[in-house]
């Protein structure tokens, strides 16, 4: 019988089944420095004395790193005690990592046809290489650490398939601005959504994450793409998995698109004419083409994130920004996803290219997404961001307001003070 590619992952994982619910056996599970602490008390609450399998358990401090204040450090101090009392290696501080959507799978921790859990929403990031990656709250996550599985209800399936030739400056992030415009954020409410179609079947890896990242933001329980040839590539270029390909390669034929499987509802866009598009304040399925918001002007610009920190999207915004400055009174920030991806814009001039237009850059770090640290924005003040959400004082105060938008819109706004196109500082 056909099977969407969630039913095929879950069953696959399935310890035992009670009409649409699974008990299932979880390959990988991760926090970070915020929901990690919580999932350690309610271990210690709960009085379990073991974890099941210390090496399919990951920490990654990245949301109030480098350390914003005492609390701060001490759960990071917190994680890395537990990790050490209970012989979990992959304990990860800002020195070595990254923000964790980007660094797990650049560092090999993410394959096809797995599932994953993570005490996270943007968990649905992973589902772009093809594994069931489901966002859980710590409680959750403390419970899967002492025995290694957890309760799933099997969603159902929403296909988006793209079609179509993509304008110049359009990019997954304008891909999924659009679709969450056209679906709501409750349109995908505990479905998934699973990306086909042409356009993905030529997209990078970069994107593909882009698109899944965001699936959350139309209320779905993941995002998915169907692995294939694309995400065995990016798969092979990591070292520690370059022995693991053939095994790889087989689970990608096993977790192929299955066309005659049975969605719930099939979306099919024609996307040869969309524009960049922007979310206006304060839901992200406020989409708008980024020409109509010409007169909105602009104090802050953050470029980076889950959503857009990687190498492309770095590459996307330097090629705006080449030879110009940023508008003076406009705040720039970049921040690397990952101290890889970092190290590598540094070494192909990229990071010089911001710096020389006037952007401060930052560590890799959720900090700004969330309103933390590292560009809080004050009252009244209105900023274009790459990251994901613009909901009433997500990235600050409940009077600022955040227009969510591609590098290359970023970039283009920075350089004008105001909401541009990408192809008005590019003519």
Not at 64 to 89: G, M, Q, S, W, Y
Not at 119 to 132: E, M, P, R
Not at 161 to 172: D, E, N
Not at 218 to 245: E, Q, V
Request: hydrophobic fraction near 40%.
């Amino acid at each position: 019988m056909p099977k969407t590619l969630i039913e095929k992952i879950l069953e696959a994982h399935a310890i035992k089944k009670e009409g649409n619910f699974i008990y299932a056996q979880i390959d990988f599970m991760f926090s970070n420095d915020i929901t990690g602490p919580l999932a350690v008390r309610k271990f210690e609450e709960a009085e379990f004395d073991k974890v099941e399998h210390p090496q399919k358990i990951c920490f990654i401090c990245d949301h109030f790193t480098p350390a914003r204040d005492k609390t701060a450090a001490n759960n990071v101090k917190l994680l890395k005690e537990f990790c050490h009392r209970f012989k979990i290696k992959n304990f990860f501080d800002i020195d070595r990592a990254g923000i964790e959507h980007a660094f797990l799978p650049q560092a090999g921790f993410v394959f096809p046809g797995e599932l994953l859990i993570g005490a996270d929403s943007h968990t649905c990031t992973h589902g772009a290489l093809g594994a069931a990656a489901f966002g859980v709250g710590s409680t959750d996550l403390a419970v899967a650490m002492y025995n290694g599985c957890s309760w799933f209800r099997i969603p159902s399936t929403l296909k988006f398939v793209y079609k179509g030739r993509l304008k110049p400056y359009v990019s997954a992030k304008d891909i999924i601005l659009y679709t969450i415009g056209q679906i709501g954020v409750d349109g995908a409410l505990y479905k998934v959504m699973e990306f086909a179609g042409p356009i993905i079947r030529k997209m990078n890896m970069d994107g593909r994450f882009t698109l899944c990242n965001m699936a959350v933001e139309g209320g779905a329980k993941t995002g998915l793409i169907a692995p294939d040839k694309i995400s065995l590539r990016y798969l092979s270029k990591i070292d520690s998995l370059k022995s693991k390909m053939r095994k790889i390669a087989k689970v990608v034929e096993n977790f192929a698109e299955d066309k005659r499987a049975n969605y719930e509802r099939i979306y099919e866009w024609d996307l040869t004419k969309l524009e960049p598009q922007v979310s206006v304040p304060h839901l992200p399925s406020k989409t708008k083409n980024v020409s109509e918001l010409s007169k909105v002007k602009i104090d802050q610009v953050v470029i980076g994130s889950c959503t857009n920190g990687r190498l492309s999207d770095l590459k996307e915004a330097a090629l705006i920004l080449a030879g110009k400055k940023v508008k003076k009174g406009v705040r720039a920030i970049v921040f690397p996803a990952t101290s890889d991806i970092y190290q590598e814009a540094l070494r192909r001039g990229i990071i010089k290219v911001f710096l020389d237009s006037g952007f401060i850059i930052s560590p890799p770090t959720c900090g700004p997404c969330l309103g933390g640290h590292m560009g809080v924005l004050a009252e009244g003040e209105i900023a274009v961001s790459t990251t994901n959400r613009n909901f009433v004082g997500r990235m600050g105060s409940p009077e600022s307001l955040v227009y969510l938008a591609s590098p290359a819109v970023a970039a283009a706004s920075a350089i004008k003070g105001r909401i541009a196109h990408p192809r008005e500082v590019k003519r």
